[in-house]
């Protein structure tokens, strides 16, 4: 059974960063890919960014690319991402995601979903 556990969200304001980290439990962390996604209130769940088992190729949503960087850490079983230069519009609560079934950016490519960990940039 695999958990994940998210930490690192915050209010910051507009043009701020934070670092959202989540910590896996579970021996298929190393060989799964990890994803990113986010759900405003009153809005869908969507991808914001995927990384590799091997962290060697990562994808992002173009609402996200150029300010968000996703990283893995294989041996702390952690997932990382980075978000500089937040916008309002950032505000959400953000989920990471395990896939064993490959690399992808829809929601049905994942198999386990944290709790999520909510982020709030002010203007």
């Known amino acids: 059974q695999v958990q994940l556990v998210e930490s690192g969200g915050g209010l910051v304001q507009a043009g701020g960063s934070l670092r959202l980290s989540c910590a896996a439990s579970?021996?298929?962390?190393?060989?799964?890919?990890m994803g990113w996604f986010r759900q405003a209130p009153g809005k869908e769940r969507e991808f914001v960014a995927v990384?590799?088992?091997?962290?060697?190729?990562?994808y992002y949503a173009d609402s996200v690319k150029g300010r968000f960087t996703i990283s893995r850490d294989n041996a702390k079983r952690t997932v990382y991402l980075q978000m500089n230069s937040l916008k309002p519009e950032d505000t959400a609560d953000y989920y990471c995601?395990?896939?064993?079934?490959?690399?992808?950016?829809?929601?049905?490519?994942?198999?386990?979903w944290g709790q999520g960990t909510q982020v709030t940039v002010s203007s």
């Open positions: 995601s395990l896939s064993r079934k490959g690399y992808g950016s829809s929601l049905r490519d994942y198999d386990y």
């Open positions: 579970g021996r298929t962390f190393s060989s799964s890919a």
């Open positions: 990384i590799n088992w091997n962290g060697g190729s990562t």
